[in-house]
């Protein structure tokens, strides 16, 4: 029965969500993907699902620029500045939907953004942390977004970090495609290291889900 009761508010708060036709982007949103890149992106979103069971591989922030909407995200070539629609235009639920949610911080901590967006400055022209190891002049996606909140909140943590794994939840053998990275890169891997991802970000109680463009993969199963 309980599990009845927890699917159906699931489902309920879901309809919410989609039900949301003149939904508009702000400024400080955070953009959740489900980006289908191959076996990385299914072995970060194995280790740590996303809110609902969305599985959820990467994040980037909404800012507005030249009265245009970017999207502030660390990919491979470090951190850019993304037109939306390029970011939107990545992957497609079965309806031709991107799959993307939309989380807004809560009322009483939007006077974080103005903040935070200030010290998107400094990282501006930051490679990407191809290691994943906090505490270098590099960052990922989420790492990024926890670094300028948590500055913006004078140092106090705004997501939490948790340990990091790379290990199937089933499982206590690494994935075979960290394996191979971390080989490549000739170090160990970080397992029980500090880290965020955007699945454990989209769960913060700082946050709300107030959108969904598509479906995310898991999206409402869990």
């Not at 190891?133 to 004078?154: H, P, T, W």
Request: charged fraction near 20%; hydrophobic fraction near 40%.
């Amino acid at each position: 029965m309980k599990q009845l009761i927890q699917a159906a508010s699931i489902l309920f708060l879901m309809s919410m969500i989609n039900c949301s036709p003149k939904f508009e982007l702000k400024e400080g949103d955070f953009l959740f993907q489900d980006m289908d890149c191959g076996p990385m992106c299914d072995a970060i979103e194995e280790v740590t699902q996303g809110i609902f069971g969305a599985r959820l591989s990467h994040v980037g922030l909404v800012v507005l620029e030249n009265d245009s909407f970017k999207v502030v995200e660390a990919i491979s070539k470090g951190v850019v500045f993304t037109p939306l629609e390029d970011f939107q235009n990545r992957s497609f639920d079965a309806n031709g939907n991107p799959k993307i949610l939309v989380g807004r911080l809560k009322q009483n901590y939007q006077q974080l953004i103005p903040e935070a967006l200030k010290h998107l400055e400094q990282y501006k022209s930051s490679p990407y942390n191809i290691s994943y190891i906090m505490g270098n002049d590099s960052v990922y996606c989420s790492q990024l977004l926890y670094l300028i909140f948590k500055e913006a909140n004078e140092g106090t943590e705004v997501f939490e970090l948790a340990p990091m794994t790379f290990k199937p939840l089933t499982s206590d053998r690494f994935f075979p495609v960290w394996e191979a990275y971390y080989r490549e890169l000739g170090i160990a891997i970080p397992e029980g290291e500090p880290g965020i991802n955007p699945g454990g970000m989209s769960r913060s109680s700082y946050l709300e889900i107030i959108h969904s463009f598509g479906n995310p993969d898991g999206w409402g199963k869990q």
